[in-house]
């Protein structure tokens, strides 16, 4: 929370289970390759790395083992084959996967006969499973890469690929078995209302108000049972993105979970928090696709009770990647309380760092400082005389020490109030020091009420879509 303006955001402490929450409804399922021999598939690699296909044993009979290597650099391997597959209107790729290997990326293409466009899923700093895995890549996590000309969605399949990218980079080996195409049900036009129950309510306060989005009305529990529970019904099988829930701001859960189920007896976990603190809470579930949803709430903020002003469903876009989860917070929130490219604008940078070493950090035109690649940024916030000021508010210019030495500074200017952020590195390759000053001064003629505020927060510089070998933003 950043002053008396910003909404209060439960996002602390969180656990989130990523990736095929619940077992999948299909109405065919095709066997596009077991693995039994590795016959037609081939090996691809950029200058400098190296990829090898074995045949080894699989989760049942054998596998595809890929063996790679990026030899201290960046670049990709691809593991790639010819199909003749027509998609059905909804479907699903899925297979087993595990590894001996560092985290990168992993990368399910979809190359199209015609128009050579390519459909992918990008999954981002994946972990490989030491033990089999279950991976499902639907439809609607397909994202169009590259081509002659983009449709709206793939219809045929010329060649699939698995592709592993640099992230940490380094070798090791993945295991693939038990590929296959799932044929799913259409989704709907519209979804059906849920259908809201609860452990207890309060009269006046049943379930169902939640949906309304009226503010004035609520659900609210029973005083007595500490643990109490709230839960949606969509009536069908469906997909979502995550929950927006508004507390009430003395009744709130200090300690919840969300657990996902098709027949409301086997339950999955797929979220929990043990650090709420009221106000709104964003609950991100990639993935998310189910019959039933429960709020699953364990410690009351006064022990008297939980009480939700309005819980919404949200898309499936709202989870698409960590970037459009808090570009749809931003959106909600107070200007200034979050990086500008979340705004879809662009903030442009400079580079801070010691000569000759590997490591450097970045300063962004607002003042905030990305103190290595990848990393935490340090971003400044001052509350003046009970209001808080951000990098909107505080019309930031920039400048060089003595006009021309690389020691770039940032200064805030709002009123006779003055914030200049000033960076620079020091000491030898390899063990250099990052500095950040901050000077804060009031040139006028009467004392202010003033606190400096240095947020470290989980946002690059870098936005989102300048992908210098990375990807920017969260």
């Known amino acids: ?249 003395e009744h709130y859960a200090t300690s919840y979970r969300v657990q996902v189920s098709d027949d409301a007896e086997s339950w999955t976990l797929a979220y929990a928090s043990t650090a709420g603190s009221g106000g709104r809470s964003y609950v991100y579930l990639p993935d998310g696709e189910s019959r039933y949803v429960r709020l699953e709430l364990l410690q009351a903020s006064q022990g008297k009770g939980y009480e939700i002003r309005s819980l919404a469903v949200q898309p499936i876009a709202f989870s698409m990647s960590p970037n459009q989860f808090f570009e749809a917070i931003a959106a909600s929130g107070f200007r200034g309380t979050y990086p500008k490219y979340f705004t879809g604008r662009q903030s442009y940078w400079t580079v801070v760092g010691a000569d000759d070493d590997d490591k450097e950090a970045l300063i962004s035109e607002e003042g905030i400082l990305e103190v290595d690649k990848g990393a935490f940024s340090i971003e400044p916030f001052l509350y003046l005389d009970g209001a808080l000021v951000t990098w909107s508010d505080a019309q930031p210019a920039q400048a060089l020490a003595g006009t021309s030495l690389p020691i770039p500074s940032v200064t805030w200017q709002q009123g006779d109030v003055h914030l200049k952020i000033e960076a620079f590195a020091g000491g030898a390759p390899g063990a250099s020091v990052l500095y950040a000053r901050y000077d804060l001064e009031n040139r006028g003629d009467r004392l202010r009420d003033l606190d400096l505020f240095l947020a470290l927060r989980p946002f690059q510089v870098l936005p989102p879509w300048q992908s210098l070998n990375m990807i920017g933003g969260v």
């Open 1 to 249: 929370m950043l002053g008396g303006r910003a909404q209060r955001i439960s996002a602390a402490a969180v656990v989130v289970v990523v990736g095929c929450l619940v077992p999948t409804l299909a109405r065919a399922v095709q066997t596009l390759d077991e693995f039994e021999d590795v016959r037609g598939w081939g090996a691809q690699a950029s200058p400098g790395a190296s990829l090898e296909i074995a045949q080894d044993g699989g989760k049942t009979g054998n596998a595809m083992r890929l063996d790679f290597d990026f030899r201290g650099g960046g670049g990709f391997v691809i593991a790639r084959k010819a199909f003749a597959l027509t998609l059905p209107s909804n479907f699903a790729f899925t297979f087993d996967i595990r590894g001996d290997a560092p985290p990168n990326l992993l990368e399910i293409k979809i190359i199209e006969p015609t128009n050579d466009n390519v459909w992918w899923r990008v999954m981002r700093d994946f972990t490989f499973p030491k033990e089999w895995q279950h991976v499902v890549v639907k439809k609607s996590r397909l994202e169009y890469a590259w081509g002659k000309k983009q449709t709206a969605a793939p219809k045929k399949v010329a060649f699939l690929e698995i592709a592993i990218t640099t992230g940490e980079g380094g070798k090791g080996s993945v295991w693939i078995d038990d590929l296959k195409l799932e044929e799913r049900e259409a989704p709907s036009r519209a979804d059906l209302p849920p259908v809201v129950t609860a452990s207890t309510f309060a009269p006046g306060h049943e379930p169902r108000l939640i949906l309304d989005q009226d503010p004035q009305t609520s659900w609210r529990s029973g005083e007595l049972a500490a643990e109490q529970w709230l839960q949606l019904d969509f009536q069908k099988r469906r997909e979502y993105g995550g929950l927006i829930v508004d507390w009430d701001p």
